[in-house]
């Protein structure tokens, strides 16, 4: 009687592996894109949340609404309670320049410090 695994072509188990670890890295690559184009948008949102504050003087209460405005939106997305937007002005703030994918530890401890005040 023949058996699943007799049926299968002698390389199939090499292949599967070889399947197995494409997709696991094309998933992670995937993973990792979406990630830096998130940070890059939130930047970009807290850039422009600075921007305007300085231009146009708004307050809190600007935020408060652009945040409500954004999560009846876009309802599936988290990230855009008050607090986190004001997290994104600051991260704005202490990394003007944005650098995806180089070491910034200075920047990321500066963040960490502005953030502390918040909590």
Aim: proline fraction near 4%.
């Amino acid at each position: 009687m023949n058996t699943p695994s007799t049926l299968l072509p002698a390389d199939y188990a090499a292949w599967l592996a070889s399947l197995k670890k494409r997709i696991s890295g094309a998933r992670q690559r995937a993973l990792l894109a979406a990630n830096e184009e998130q940070i890059r948008l939130y930047h970009e949102i807290g850039a422009e949340i600075l921007q305007r504050q300085s231009h146009h003087g708004w307050g809190a209460k600007v935020i408060d609404r652009l945040s409500s405005d954004l999560r009846a939106e876009f309802p599936d997305m988290k990230g855009f309670s008050s607090r986190n937007l004001k997290y994104m002005k600051v991260f704005a703030q202490v990394c003007p320049e944005l650098q995806i994918g180089q070491q910034t530890p200075l920047c990321q401890d500066r963040c960490r410090l502005s953030l502390r005040a918040f909590e």
